[in-house]
Nanobody
Framework: QVQLVESGGGLVQPGGSLRLSCAAS????????TGWYRRAPGKQRELVAS???????NYADSVKGRFTISRDAAKNTVYLQMNNLKPDDTAVYYC???????????????WGQGTQVTVSS
């Protein structure tokens, strides 16, 4: 019922920047907790960053100071600004959202299809 469209992934050089977008569609009243996860080959899924409806954000230690998560409530869109990218950031990035529909029903752990980020020279 809720669909996420991710964009912004691609191939970048070390030290470069990339901005990921996750747009939620459907009869959404509001988003509560949203976040970005990533999974690299041979690695477990990792929480990269999350943000609450109140704007409080949390980051994995590996990306703190380099990544910034933000949200545009009017557009039901969450962003991940990634600066000073490293080869270890190479992974498939997934958006995860939780919120409430116009009907009043809640939804949890809705995942995007993933977008590939490759950091290589």
């Amino acid at each position: 019922q809720v669909q996420l469209v991710e964009s912004g992934g691609g191939l970048v050089q070390p030290g470069g920047s990339l901005r990921l977008s996750c747009a939620a569609s459907g009869s959404i009243f509001s988003l509560y907790v949203t976040g970005w996860y990533r999974r690299a080959p041979g690695k477990q899924r990792e929480l990269v960053a999350s943000i609450t409806s109140g704007g409080r954000s949390n980051y994995a230690d590996s990306v703190k100071g380099r990544f910034t998560i933000s949200r545009d409530a009017a557009k039901n869109t969450v962003y991940l600004q990634m600066n000073n990218l490293k080869p270890d950031d190479t992974a498939v990035y997934y958006c995860n959202v939780n919120g409430v529909l116009v009907s009043g029903s809640s939804f949890t752990d809705v995942w995007g299809q993933g977008t590939q980020v490759t950091v290589s020279s």
